[in-house]
């Protein structure tokens, strides 16, 4: 070690140095307090330092405080050697910073001993602080790869240059990266697109999945796709990317201009409350699918719901951190203290449910991230971020007269199963003049035949199966098992525009499958029952003919292309 050795008496310096050397250590010495701190400054080498304490200039004591000072950059273990036996002064020399003395007249023994134990700390200092800063080299990196990372991710979460008046949310992280994600987007037809999402866990291994959603997203949004093909693209490409143990519970949501509909999917996400104008309870709308990225497309169902909603009606979607938010007692906030908020404050609940989070929790960390969206049922209005001002983001679609055009595919056996054949279907018919403003509710509507074309007249298989976890297992097995052995079987699609019906779309989906009792369906049709599983209250609601023939191998329904 290389010690410096401090002592106004020469005598005293040579003894110490003699014991030091003899021992293989490197000496410098000092007379007095000032010249030892002018060594140390200039000696950034000096591993100990051995301290007289009453010597002229400058005493021990105050030497050793002024080394002390920068103790965190550098720190080096002082000893004293003193005569002195004053447990006052003693006191001092500890206070100011020694680490241990040595009685005069020093022992050989003792004083090697005592080094080699501040050796010893110098050493664990030495590296401690080597490790730290490591440390902090790796965290600046951290940092600012975050901060670059927070920026894709900022840029790739919002895109519109527009706010919609009918949606409110907030949302708040419960680390750096945020493992919920809130999409508001307006539709080109003036409508608004929302989706609302909550991945497995949070911060950064949680959010990562949301650029890949984000960009699907605002893809589609961009073309008018509908709620069902959002779904499905999510669904698809999360189940590639995500292992096992990850999922994505989600609502995606489309409001129509008019703000009198809204088309939904919802899966593994909080229900839905729904508030409606002078109501004393919210309705509940649960979610009816699994969450996004678990199940393989053929096994996924993108079917949407339809719903009609009175003007002024709430719609509160919220993620698992605000009813799981636990206070210093592991109390959860639960769901009572939030239906209690939204029934009492509905004209901002929003801020009302933050607030009484934030006051539940009494300080504690959050533990979860938190997101919270209300959507008013009202005629939709954007307005631009930076300006406020109202914006029309509806393109000029509505009511364009097309052509006399007519479209027919017929798809049999092996090539009945391809996953996106409906998306190829849509991508064909909605570039054709005066279609593309409607291709989220013709996907709907196709999907729905096709699936019931399929499923139920090729198949025989019947959605009531999916009910329960083994009667969804077994529809699967039984749909992949009827697939293989198919034979001579097909579906046939037609697309027909019609002037003459006041700028309609004609759609028939035929099949050789075994038909069902027609004139049952529609009578149950007519009275709004729900027939046999296959969905025909959404084609009902979205359509202004639906009819079937052909012992109920034909379904054939009209779209008006103006009034959507």
């Not at 907030?170 to 493992?179: L, Q, W």
């Not at 709430?314 to 959860?332: F, L, R, W």
């Not at 003919?545 to 103006?562: D, H, I, M, N, P």
Request: contains cysteine; charged residues 25%.
């Amino acid at each position: 070690m290389r010690i410096l050795v401090v002592d106004d008496q020469a005598f005293n310096r040579d003894i110490l140095s003699f014991i030091l050397e003899d021992h293989h250590h490197e000496v410098i010495e000092a007379e007095n307090g000032q010249q030892a701190l002018e060594r140390y400054r200039e000696d950034e080498s000096i591993d100990l330092i051995l301290m007289d304490v009453n010597m002229p200039v400058k005493d021990g004591i105050q030497a050793t405080r002024e080394v002390k000072l920068n103790a965190e950059e550098r720190f080096v273990p002082v000893i004293f050697v003193t005569a002195l036996d004053d447990s006052d002064m003693l006191a001092r020399c500890l206070e100011a910073g020694g680490d241990d003395f040595v009685p005069k007249p020093v022992e050989d023994n003792v004083l090697i001993a005592k080094i080699s134990a501040q050796a010893r700390s110098q050493t664990l200092y030495k590296n401690l602080k080597a490790a730290n800063e490591k440390l902090e080299y790796h965290q600046r990196i951290m940092a600012r790869e975050h901060t670059i990372v927070e920026q894709v991710f900022t840029q790739g979460m919002s895109r519109t240059r527009t706010r919609c008046q009918n949606v409110d949310s907030y949302t708040s992280p419960a680390s750096m990266f945020n493992g919920d994600l809130v999409l508001v987007t307006p539709a080109p037809t003036g409508g608004v697109y929302v989706l609302v999402g909550d991945f497995t866990g949070h911060g950064l291994a949680a959010a990562i999945g949301s650029l890949p959603v984000s960009e699907i997203f605002y893809q589609l949004t961009e073309q008018q796709a509908s709620v069902a093909r959002i779904a499905e693209a999510i669904n698809s490409r999360l189940h590639e990317l995500l292992p096992s143990s990850m999922f994505f519970c989600a609502t995606i949501l489309y409001m129509e201009k008019d703000g009198k509909s809204l088309m939904f999917w919802s899966g593994g996400l909080n229900d839905m409350l729904v508030l409606e104008p002078g109501a004393t309870e919210l309705k509940n709308i649960a979610s009816a699918y699994m969450p996004l990225g678990i199940l393989a497309p053929e096994e996924f169902d993108d079917r949407p719901t339809s719903m009609e909603f009175k003007e002024g009606t709430g719609i509160c979607i919220y993620t698992d951190g605000v009813n799981e938010a636990q206070n210093k007692h592991a109390e959860e906030f639960g769901y009572q203290r939030l239906y209690d908020i939204l029934l009492s404050a509905r004209e901002d609940p929003i801020t009302e449910i933050k607030n009484a989070v934030h006051d539940f929790c009494e300080g504690t960390e959050q533990s979860d991230d938190i997101s919270i969206v209300k959507l008013r049922m009202s005629t939709v209005v954007h307005c631009d971020k930076k300006t406020g001002e109202v914006v029309d983001v509806a393109q000029a679609w509505f009511g364009q007269k097309s052509y006399l055009w007519e479209f027919k595919l017929c798809l049999e056996d092996a090539d009945l199963d391809s996953p996106d054949i409906v998306s190829q279907i849509i991508s064909v018919v909605a570039n054709i003049q005066g279609v593309k403003a409607h291709q989220d509710k013709i996907f709907t509507i196709v999907s729905e035949l096709y699936s019931n074309a399929l499923e139920h007249g090729i198949l025989g298989l019947e959605s009531s199966m999916k009910a329960t976890p083994d009667g969804f297992d077994q529809f699967y097995r039984l749909r992949a098992e009827r697939l293989q052995n198919l034979q001579d079987q097909r579906i046939e699609l037609s697309f027909r525009y019609l002037p003459e019906t006041k700028n309609s779309l004609e759609i028939i989906v035929s099949d050789t499958g075994r038909g069902f009792d027609q004139e049952k369906v529609m009578k149950s049709l007519e009275q709004n029952e729900e027939a046999f599983g296959r969905g025909l209250m959404l084609l009902k609601s979205m359509c202004d003919q639906l009819e079937y023939s052909q012992e109920g191998r034909c379904a054939k329904v009209v779209y008006s292309l103006t009034e959507h």
